[in-house]
């Protein structure tokens, strides 16, 4: 949600009215004036014909043609998602591919694309959600306070992202006040996705809570499919996949942490050829 999207109470001081938009989930402002979304949108100026001729046959009713959509139907953004990723031969394409990309509304509001980080040659690959602030903010997935945790996770079984672990997100772009992406925002990005880790080629796919299990591994409902090996096709070869509770999850309910540490051994296990 936007401050435009919203009007608050007309009689609150300044910070009490910040303090209302904040409680009702409006984090971010996407204007320096308030627009009314629910408007009637402005139609356009009516077409000017000549009058007939005076004895000439009178003019015929134009038939009515649609108005060309602001954005592309997610069913063609979709499709075009998935032109451009296959055209990308290489990350580094295919992180100019997403850049160019206009088939989803999310880039209007997000700060930065956020493409990747970490080995793009680790034998782990790690798929989040989408960027919070902090990751909208600074180009790059998992550098806010989950992502610290992710990396002592990673760190406790011997791994660190800067050698051995290629970081994405299921979208680039971040979900204004870090909504939970609409199946259609999920549907329009996952070619992009999907030709990354084709491209980065990993030995191992690690789905990083709900909604990346859900959309790269088909899981629905992370507590019962978390920690299960599975078969993931790249499109060129099929490699190992596990889903995994997300550390944002973990931070809100740190007791879950044991969960996630038996799916962490369980990668190192299978890194080491023991499982
Ligand atoms: N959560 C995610 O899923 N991805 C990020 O990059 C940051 C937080």
């Known amino acids: ?14 910070y009490e009215l910040l303090s209302w938009y904040a409680e009702s989930g409006v984090t971010e402002a996407l204007d320096d004036e308030a627009h009314d979304h629910f408007a009637e949108a402005p139609q356009p100026a009516p077409m000017r014909r000549p009058l007939p001729a005076p004895g000439s046959s009178p003019l015929r009713p134009v038939p009515a043609r649609p108005m060309p959509a602001a954005v592309a139907a997610p069913d063609d953004a979709a499709l075009t998602a998935r032109a451009m990723a296959r055209e990308a031969r290489t990350l580094e394409e295919l992180r100019e591919a997403m850049a160019k990309f206009e088939g989803c509304a999310l880039k209007a509001t997000a700060k930065n694309l956020v493409f990747a980080d970490g080995n793009p040659a680790g034998r782990v690959m790690m798929v989040g959600e989408a960027p919070g602030a902090d990751e909208d903010r600074l180009g790059l997935p998992f550098v806010g306070r989950s992502g610290q945790l992710l990396d002592r996770m990673l760190a406790a079984i011997g791994l660190s992202r800067q050698n051995d672990v290629y970081i994405a997100n299921l979208l680039p772009w971040r979900p204004p006040g870090n909504r939970t992406p609409t ?6 990005c996952l070619p992009f996705v999907q030709r990354q880790i084709e491209l980065a080629d990993p030995e191992i796919l690690i789905s990083v809570g709900a909604p990346s299990a859900q959309g790269l591994l088909g899981f629905k409902g992370i507590m019962n499919s978390r920690g299960k090996w599975v078969e993931y096709d790249t499109g060129t070869k099929r490699i190992r996949a596990m889903a995994t509770l997300h550390p944002a999850y ?3 309910q740190p007791l879950q942490k044991r969960l996630a540490w038996r799916d962490l051994r369980a990668l190192r296990a299978a890194l080491d050829g023991k499982a």
């Open 250 to 252: 973990l931070l809100r």
């Open 183 to 188: 199946p259609q925002e999920v549907a329009i």
């Open 1 to 14: 949600m936007s401050f435009s999207d919203v009007s608050g109470p007309d009689d609150l001081d300044p």
